[in-house]
């Protein structure tokens, strides 16, 4: 008896250290934030940036970015928090701010947030951010059509592009001398070539939907109802069922998401697919991916996406947050962070961005897809009903 | 065991037993029962409002992904316990430390490292075609292609559920007393034999809790199916949940699979339950 006894004291004694350490980490995690160097001094300003994305996304921020602005600010310290992949991550941005609206706080804590096209509309209806790009010393070069147009939403002074991502058709150049220059052609080129086009669906990647959509804004030719004024309009899709069939009748290769399409296409099982060029470009870095692979920028075109530098409409820190932004949008780092370092185009004018980046990276970046042809076919998603419409067309037919 | 008129220590003893179950109970409900309700009413609301409308649309989309994702995790189950009971019974019969160690490997091995490493072997140029093609078995302009179909998620998920498999059930085979099998040479029982009507009886208990961990850790295998199987046709369940979280910001219909995969999970459970507790009682 009393040796069960000792044995059951001695068990609820370990349980409550147990549960007391777990306590114990989450308070000292808790009051650390974003430590990343023993800092002697006590910051005086901790800028929250949170972004959407993958884990990517949050290392740009810690890696490349927030070093380089720390020597310029010493007494600001940088806490990247990401928010998870996709748009589920912007939507998580979206839902903390407006939870803090709603509570009536009036400091919010995030100062910085990085989101995709998809949250835009919301952001600034509920009156969420503000209109800071007209403060800043590099909003002069915001220059491109997405900076004023997310997705059917006026977004002019809310919005910096910090990078746009294109999607593009990579090739093989072995099996495919003359890579098709039309959706038309491809289609051709797939019945001729059973099973070497491969993309992955709808599910994991978005490179596949860029594809899908791409396909139905070829078909449809109603790209500016979809993406560029609106309105949502669901008997604008009546067609949508014939020509999603038409697409999975095509003998095509299914590959699994963004990877599963860099990956065969770089072990020679597929010949081509649509890829993300800022991917295909860091592969290509990597020692990943062949290096003789090109791309194609098919017309009509295929979607490609910026993502948002955003301030939150009561920012803690909103002065330092627009500095922050605007180191983020200068030439300078425009060119070396996100030119050089992960092959997206500017977010700013390119004009005064590519005389700073290095001739190799513009080689990767410019040798297949020309600005002007970028800027001619490359295209946006559509409005938030409608893309998701798109996925849910694609797998219910 | 509550018996009337119980004496003082024994109350004692009784109170004691509650405080030290109240931790792991509170972890269990904290971190498995909460959210198993929370995910349970919300696969039944859609836009404010309940519904069974979320089970519809599972109904419509994901019927064949459900039975896809039983019948993988089955063949998948069988293929890691025939493996694990054959060489359980070698090690069991013939002690090798070496041979041991070697199919505990998988345990150390995380997820997406088995998913990519079967992937880039498994291709249709991956490794095992290409060293295939060199004594002339494939032909590489044709290649067999296991990564980027059901197969390659059981030979993946085999792969990985092996060593733990096998964990188990050598545990349990080593748990059998020497005399049996002794006696059962004495009669002139081949190893097999040894094996399938010795060892395997007595140890059906262990086996059948082994199947049901790994059972329900199959179903809810989510890196291997991103990155090998077809993009084409059915999918395991756990991608169409996070396809519906990530891409359709969709969670009453992702919760409405979330509970599917429970109680196919808890069905297994159940089963092992009635029937191999029942055999064991009796």
Redesign the interface.
């Not at chain 1, 992949?85 to 589920?88: H, I, K, S, W």
């Not at chain 1, 992955?200 to 994991?204: A, L, M, P, R, Y």
């Given at each position: 008896?009393k040796w069960?006894?000792l044995a059951?004291?001695l068990?609820?004694v370990l349980?409550?250290v147990l549960?007391a350490g777990c306590g114990g980490n989450a308070d000292k995690a808790k009051a650390t934030p974003g430590k990343e160097q023993g800092s002697q001094a006590v910051p005086k300003i901790t800028l929250n940036v949170a972004t959407a994305g993958d884990t990517n996304m949050a290392d740009l921020q810690k890696e490349a970015v927030a070093p380089g602005f720390k020597v310029k600010y010493p007494d600001v310290e940088v806490n990247v928090i990401g928010t998870g992949?996709?748009?589920?991550g912007s939507?998580a941005i979206l839902t903390k701010l407006k939870a803090q609206k709603d509570a009536g706080r009036d400091k919010w804590d995030i100062d910085v947030a990085v989101v995709h096209q998809s949250v835009m509309e919301s952001l600034i209806k509920e009156g969420l951010i503000d209109k800071y790009v007209s403060l800043t010393e590099n909003g002069k070069y915001v220059v491109s059509f997405d900076s004023k147009n997310s997705l059917g939403t006026n977004v002019e002074g809310y919005v910096i592009p910090m990078f746009h991502s294109q999607t593009a058709i990579a090739y093989n150049p072995d099996l495919v001398p003359n890579p098709p220059a039309t959706f038309d052609e491809l289609v051709s080129w797939i019945k001729a070539n059973p099973n070497k086009f491969g993309y992955?669906?709808?599910?994991?990647g978005m490179s596949?939907?860029a594809f899908v959509t791409g396909y139905i804004y070829w078909k449809t030719g109603k790209y500016d109802n979809y993406a560029v004024t609106g309105p949502y309009d669901k008997a604008r899709e009546a067609d949508w069922p014939a020509i999603i069939k038409e697409l999975k009748s095509l003998p095509v290769?299914?590959?699994?998401?963004n990877?599963?399409t860099l990956?065969?296409l770089n072990?020679?099982?597929i010949a081509m697919g649509p890829v993300w060029v800022d991917m295909f470009i860091l592969w290509k870095n990597e020692g990943r991916m062949d290096p003789k692979m090109r791309l194609k920028l098919i017309q009509p075109g295929l979607p490609g996406q910026p993502m948002y530098l955003v301030v939150p409409a009561r920012a803690a820190n909103k002065e330092m947050a627009i500095k922050y932004i605007d180191y983020l949008a200068s030439p300078e780092i425009q060119a070396k962070v996100i030119v050089e370092r992960n092959g997206w185009y500017p977010g700013i004018d390119a004009n005064k961005v590519l005389p700073l980046v290095s001739q190799k990276a513009k080689d990767q970046l410019f040798k297949d897809i020309a600005p002007d042809e970028l800027n001619k076919y490359g295209l946006t998603f559509p409005l938030a009903p409608y893309l998701?419409d798109i996925?849910?067309a694609y797998?219910?037919n | 065991m509550a018996v009337k008129g119980i004496s003082h220590?024994d109350r004692?003893?009784r109170w004691?037993?509650v405080?030290?179950s109240a931790?792991?109970l509170a972890l269990v409900i904290a971190l498995f029962c909460i959210p198993f309700l929370n995910s349970f009413f919300i696969s039944f609301r859609r836009e404010a409002q309940w519904t069974l409308g979320n089970y519809a649309t599972v109904g419509?989309?994901y019927l064949g992904d459900i039975l896809f994702t039983a019948g993988v995790s089955l063949i998948a189950l069988v293929a890691t316990l025939l493996v694990a009971v054959a060489i359980g019974g070698y090690l069991r019969l013939r002690p090798n430390r070496v041979v041991e160690f070697l199919f505990k490997i998988p345990l150390f091995i995380p997820f997406v490292v088995v998913g990519h490493a079967m992937?880039v072997f498994l291709?249709?140029?991956?490794l095992l075609n290409s060293a295939l093609a060199q004594v002339g078995l494939v032909n590489l302009a044709a290649p067999p292609?296991i990564a980027?179909s059901w197969l390659g998620i059981v030979v993946a998920l085999t792969w990985k559920n092996m060593a733990m498999a096998l964990l188990l059930v050598l545990g349990a085979f080593r748990g059998v007393r020497e005399e049996y099998l002794e006696s059962a040479r004495n009669v002139g029982a081949a190893e097999w034999r040894l094996v399938k009507d010795v060892l395997l009886p007595m140890a059906a208990g262990s086996v059948a809790v082994a199947a049901v961990l790994i059972f329900s850790s199959m179903l809810a295998s989510f890196s291997i199916p991103?990155?090998?199987?077809?993009?084409?046709g059915a999918?395991m369940l756990m991608?169409?949940i996070y396809?519906r979280?990530?891409?359709?910001?969709d969670y009453g219909v992702a919760n409405a699979l979330g509970v599917i995969s429970y109680l196919g999970a808890t069905g297994a459970a159940i089963y092992y339950l009635r029937t191999v507790r029942s055999g064991e009682r009796s």
């Open positions: 008896m069960k006894l059951a004291a068990v609820v349980a409550i549960l992949p996709g748009d589920a939507n992955n669906g709808v599910k994991g596949g939907v290769t299914m590959t699994q998401g990877n599963g990956d065969m072990r020679g099982e998701k996925q849910t797998e219910e | 220590p004692v003893e004691a037993g405080a030290v931790p792991a419509r989309l992937r291709a249709p140029h991956g292609s980027f991103l990155m090998i199987g077809s993009g084409k999918q991608i169409d396809y979280i990530i891409y359709q910001q």
